[in-house]
C-alpha cells in the first residue's frame, strides 16, 4: 500500500508520487510534497515538480497543479514561447519575471 498522495506505478511496481506532487514515494524521509503554487507535475513519478516560467504562477488556491497550461503570467504580463518566460505585454514596460517589479504601463512618451 502507497503512502499519501503516491500510487502504484505497475510498469515499475514501486509507489511513485501521484501527478501534482513532487518528492520519493519509497523514502519515508522525503515522501510526497504538492507542488505549490509556481510548478507542476504532470506524471506519476518519484521527481521533482516542474517550475513554472519565470514569473509565473498557478491560478488561485491550487498547490497540487498537474500541467503546464495551469501556470500564467503577473497582469500585464505573456508567455514568450521563444523564451520560456513571462515578458511584459506591448504597451506596458517593466520586469514580468520578477513579482516585486511587474508590468505598467508606459507613459505618454514612451512606447513598446
Known amino acids: 500500500v502507497c503512502g499519501s498522495k503516491a500510487e502504484m506505478n505497475t510498469e515499475t511496481g514501486r ?17 510526497c510534497s504538492p507542488c505549490g503554487s509556481s510548478s507542476f507535475k504532470d506524471t506519476v513519478a518519484n521527481m521533482a515538480c516542474t517550475p513554472c516560467p519565470q514569473g509565473g504562477t498557478i491560478a488561485g488556491d491550487v498547490s497540487n497543479a498537474t500541467s503546464a497550461d495551469e501556470c500564467l503570467c503577473g497582469v500585464n504580463a505573456v508567455l514568450n514561447a521563444e523564451s520560456g518566460r513571462c515578458e511584459c505585454d506591448a504597451g506596458y514596460k517593466g520586469d514580468a519575471a520578477s513579482t516585486a517589479v511587474g508590468c505598467s504601463a508606459c507613459g505618454t512618451r514612451e512606447y513598446k
Do not use: K, L, R
Open 15 to 31: 509507489c511513485e508520487c501521484s501527478a501534482g506532487y513532487g518528492g520519493d514515494a519509497t523514502n519515508s524521509f522525503v515522501g
